[in-house]
T-cell receptor
Framework: EAGVVQSPRYKIIEKKQPVAFWCNPI?????LYWYRQNLGQGPELLIR????????DSQLPKDRFSAERLKGVDSTLKIQPAELGDSAVYLC????????????FGQGTRLTVV | QKEVEQDPGPLSVPEGAIVSLNCTYS??????FMWYRQYSRKGPELLMY????GNKEDGRFTAQVDKSSKYISLFIRDSQPSDSATYLC???????????FGKGTRLSVIA
C-alpha cells in the first residue's frame, strides 16, 4: 500500500515568491493534516481537513497561507509571498478515521527561503 | 513554560543498552499519548500510542504514562543501531484536538 506522497521533496525560493506543496493521502483516508516542522522542533498543526472541509485552521497564518482539498482527496498548501521565517519542513499526514491517533505522515517538503 | 518539554539530547548509547526517553507536560487535560520515531529527512512514524495512564509494551518498546506526575516515558530494550533516530513525544486532550509535540530527542546507538 502506498503511503502519503508529497511533492516536491525540496524547494528553494527567493523571499516574496509564491510556493505550493502537494499531498496525496493514503487511499480511503478522509482526514488530512498539514504540519510545519521547524529545525530542531516538533511538528505543529497548520490545518486539518475532514474530506474537503477544513475543520481546524486556527493555526494557519491566513494572510499568506492557503490550502485546499478539492474532491476530498489530494491537497495543496500555498504560501504567497514567502518569508525567510517560512523555511521549514512541511509535512502532510492522513488518517482513515477522525482522530490523530492513527495518522500516517509523508516524507515532507523541505522549504528553504533565501 | 511550553506545554510539552522534551530533552533534545543528543543521547548516545552502546548497542544492547536500555534507552529511556522522557517527556513532561503541563496540560492535565491530555489523555492521548504517542511516541513517534523520525529518521533523518523522513516523516514521523507512529511507534506507540497510549490512552490515559499505564504501560504498553510492543516488542522491545515500552511506553509508560504517569498522569499524576505529568510524565511519560519510552523504554527501548536491547537497542540496535537501526534505532538511531529522533524520538518525538506527542499528546492531545482528545482524538480531534491538535497533537502537541515535544522537540524530539536525537538518539544514536553505537555498534
Amino acid at each position: 500500500e502506498a503511503g502519503v506522497v508529497q511533492s516536491p521533496r525540496y524547494k528553494i525560493i527567493e523571499k516574496k515568491q509564491p510556493v505550493a506543496f502537494w499531498c496525496n493521502p493514503i487511499s480511503g483516508h478522509n482526514t488530512l493534516y498539514w504540519y510545519r516542522q521547524n529545525l530542531g522542533q516538533g511538528p505543529e498543526l497548520l490545518i486539518r481537513y475532514e474530506n474537503e472541509e477544513a475543520v481546524d485552521d486556527s493555526q494557519l497564518p491566513k494572510d499568506r497561507f492557503s490550502a485546499e482539498r478539492l474532491k476530498g482527496v489530494d491537497s495543496t498548501l500555498k504560501i504567497q509571498p514567502a518569508e525567510l521565517g517560512d523555511s521549514a519542513v512541511y509535512l502532510c499526514a492522513s488518517s482513515l478515521v477522525q482522530g490523530n491517533t492513527e495518522a500516517f505522515f509523508g516524507q515532507g517538503t523541505r522549504l528553504t527561503v533565501v | 513554560q511550553k506545554e510539552v518539554e522534551q530533552d533534545p539530547g543528543p543521547l548516545s548509547v552502546p548497542e544492547g543498552a536500555i534507552v529511556s526517553l522522557n517527556c513532561t507536560y503541563s496540560n492535565s487535560a491530555f489523555q492521548y499519548f504517542m511516541w513517534y520515531r523520525q529518521y533523518s529527512r523522513k516523516g514521523p512514524e507512529l511507534l506507540m500510542y497510549t490512552y490515559s495512564s499505564g504501560n504498553k509494551e510492543d516488542g522491545r518498546f515500552t511506553a509508560q504514562v504517569d498522569k499524576s506526575s505529568k510524565y511519560i516515558s519510552l523504554f527501548i530494550r536491547d537497542s540496535q543501531p537501526s534505532d538511531s533516530a529522533t524520538y518525538l513525544c506527542a499528546m492531545s486532550a482528545s482524538r480531534n484536538t491538535p497533537l502537541v509535540f515535544g522537540k524530539g530527542t536525537r538518539l544514536s546507538v553505537i555498534a
